[in-house]
């Protein structure tokens, strides 16, 4: 089992930052992909970025690329999700997202946290 804790979330004007973390406990953090999915009122849950155990491999969404990082610390169980000049259509709730191998698909995730909500003001 894996339990997953987002932070970091909040209100940013259009071309802020923010830096949203995942803390990881349960299972050995490195023999998991983790990953941050999101999702907008209305709107279907969507891949934003993903990093496998070793953090050698990463990919984000087309949308996002350029703006968005993703990084993984395995020795203090994190991943951190650095969000550049957001659009005001990055607003949604930013979930955590962990699973056995890396995937874009919500259908592969094992483990979600509650998630952490990010809004951008124009």
């Known amino acids: 089992q894996v339990h997953l804790v987002e932070s970091g979330g909040g209100s940013v004007q259009a071309g802020g930052s923010l830096r949203l973390s995942c803390a990881a406990s349960g299972r050995t953090f490195g023999t998991f992909f983790m990953g941050w999915f999101r999702q907008a009122p209305g709107k279907k849950r969507e891949f934003v970025a993903a990093?496998?155990?070793?953090?050698?491999?990463?990919d984000v969404a087309n949308s996002v690329k350029g703006r968005f990082t993703i990084s993984r610390d395995n020795t203090k169980n994190t991943i951190d999700l650095q969000m550049n000049s957001l659009k005001p259509e990055d607003p949604a709730v930013y979930y955590c997202?962990?699973?056995?191998?890396?995937?874009?698909?919500?259908?592969?995730?094992?483990?979600w946290g509650k998630g952490t909500l990010v809004t951008v003001s124009s």
């Open positions: 990093i496998v155990s070793d953090g050698r491999i990463s």
């Open positions: 997202a962990s699973g056995g191998v890396l995937t874009k698909n919500t259908e592969g995730i094992t483990y």
